[in-house]
């Protein structure tokens, strides 16, 4: 380790990693330190190789400026998205990148243990060189369920009940451990590399099995007193509806619009036997409706109108810029979309109307991405608590892999 002190290290580290290119002026401007220090950190960083020049800039009076940015290979992360029928794992870099994935299918009713993480977690870095295991730097974990305020989780489809999943992976992994719940991990994502870049007030909706919200009002997420802010599937969408939900009550979001409670109303109204209904899927009912079948599109049209209504009382609530749509459901989107448009229309007062309503671009690796910026973001503002974490990105980087 170089005698240039630690703090000057991660302010500067601070100042660089989230934009895609920076000049030492702007550096010493950030981070108020003088410009010897900066010179004298980032000849250091520039040795390592943390630090990459990637070009120059003439100024006015003919002087040239080094334009910077981090090595996206000086640091790993591990990202883990727990989800209710798979665990997806990855090794990604700096920049979100995934190197190595690897995929675990759930059994059913049978629980998941921390040997079986554990397992996961070593497939993405089985292929790591040494110079690159050692710049191993945090993980970060998109959870289901509740996240308990001693980082206990509750997730009932993983067997879990205030289970210690943080303790228990931090030290068998000896890696500083975020956890967030899925809709969070998701829209921290979609700010860091989705349709939310720079967009302060957002707010990402999963629609799958259940409906979720993730919200950040001026720039920060709400979390709520419990930390159950979001919970936009059990809000009452229709009152004198009789649709069940699992939470107790009826008429819930979630009951009318998840992709249960689709298939749960098609299953109700349609003629099919049986046989057929324990065969149906998802998409079988997004097929039927695009051949204009009745029953399939008066469901998707009262599921359409829940989501477009409760949106609408998001966008009075807290005047987003963006909604970003997520979910299973989503593999319907030329039939959700236009209906959950209209709905908002006819719902939303002329007032908040300049809310955008996109759909994620993300893909099913939302998760794994919102994971790595969880251990990202536990990397570069937690580094007081984990000093070590500095030393290695600071370290000399040996190899760099062509990116
Ligand atoms: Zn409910």
Sequence with gaps: MSRIPAPWLKSILLTIYPKPAITRDEIIRSTGLNPASVSQALQHLLSSGTVLKVGELKSRGGRRREVLKLNPEAGYFIAVDLETARIRYALTNLVGDIRYRWEQELEFGKGVDVADLLHGMEMVQRNLMEWQYSRLLAVGISCPGIIHENRRVTAVNLGWRKFPLSE?????????????????????????????????????????????????????????DDHMAGEFGH????????????????????????SSGILRQY??????SEAEKGRLRLGDVFDSARRNEPVALAVIDRASQALGLGLSHLIVLFNPALIILGGDLLQGEDLLVPRIRKALADHTPEFVKKTQVSVTRLGLDIGLKGAAFLALFLAFQNSVSHPDLIQKLCAPVMETIAV
């Design 168 to 224: 228990k992976l931090e030290e068998a992994t000896k890696l500083p451990l975020s956890l967030e719940t899925a809709c969070r991990a998701y829209v921290l994502a979609e700010r860091w590399l989705g349709c939310a870049q720079g967009v302060d007030n957002c707010i990402y909706i999963e629609i799958g099995r259940g409906v979720g919200a993730g919200i950040v009002v001026d720039g920060r997420y709400l979390e709520g």
């Design 235 to 258: 809000i009452t969408i229709d009152a004198s509806a009789d649709d069940p939900c699992h939470c107790g009550k009826r008429g819930c979001l979630e009951a009318i619009a998840s």
């Design 267 to 272: 299953r109700e109204k349609s003629r099919l």
